[in-house]
């Protein structure tokens, strides 16, 4: 097994590790560390297509590597703007979690009745 391999099996497992996680996680800020891991995996993936033309003895593909530095700008900022935006939802209703709302007022729903 040569580096790129091992490389690329490193980039599935973190996508499919990110995926599983964005999908079971009920928790936002788990839901965002999982999009980070997911992206992450992607930016190896593309940084092992870049390096499948260097090693035929051709120079790294400067495409996915625009592609991974754009995308890790990109990335940074909306992992910015969704943790800005949960401490908001944080401080406006004390919870993380629409679901927590939702249960409590079915639960004072409940007690008046």
């Not at 040569?2 to 497992?13: D, E, Q």
């Not at 999982?34 to 120079?59: I, Q, S, T």
């Not at 401490?87 to 409940?110: I, M, N, P, V």
């Amino acid at each position: 097994m040569n580096v790129p391999t091992i490389l690329g099996i490193c980039a599935a497992g973190l996508i499919g590790l990110g995926l599983f996680s964005l999908i079971v996680e009920p928790q936002p800020l788990r839901k965002i560390l999982a999009f980070n891991v997911l992206g992450n995996g992607v930016f190896l993936f593309f940084g092992v297509v870049a390096r499948r033309g260097a090693a035929v003895g051709l120079f790294g593909d400067p495409i996915p590597q625009a592609l991974v530095i754009t995308g890790i700008v990109v990335g940074f900022s909306a992992t910015a703007l969704a943790v800005a935006l949960l401490l908001r939802l944080f401080d406006e209703t004390g919870s993380t979690s629409s679901r927590d709302d939702a249960q409590k007022e079915s639960k004072s729903e409940r007690a008046d009745s």
